[in-house]
Nanobody
């Protein structure tokens, strides 16, 4: 099993920054493909960012390109989502997810393990 522990969500004004963290355990971190997803009220879940085992391949949804950065720290077995220039439309519950059977994926169906979700609220 893989356990995911998220932190870093909260309330921030538009234009501000937050750094989400997702600490993993139960499996060698370097073997996990990682992703961040979000779901806003009344909206479908969408992928925000993904990163491969090696960290060499990343993906960002168009709406966050240039503002968000996904990264991983193997020493801490943790994946991060640095969110800058936040907008009210970024308000959502953000979920960390891990995949063991693929090197990289933007498909939610490939992710086997999910965090509990952390609320990000961006005010005007």
């Amino acid at each position: 099993q893989v356990q995911l522990v998220e932190s870093g969500g909260g309330l921030v004004q538009a234009g501000g920054s937050l750094r989400l963290s997702c600490a993993t355990s139960g499996r060698t971190f370097s073997s996990l493909a990682m992703g961040w997803f979000r779901q806003a009220p009344g909206k479908e879940r969408e992928i925000v960012a993904a990163i491969s085992w090696s960290g060499g391949t990343t993906y960002y949804v168009d709406s966050v390109k240039g503002r968000f950065t996904i990264s991983r720290d193997n020493a801490k077995s943790t994946v991060y989502l640095q969110m800058n220039s936040l907008k009210p439309e970024d308000t959502a519950v953000y979920f960390c997810a891990a995949a063991t059977k693929v090197l990289y994926s933007v498909d939610a169906g490939r992710y086997e393990y999910w965090g509990q979700g952390t609320q990000v609220t961006v005010t005007s």
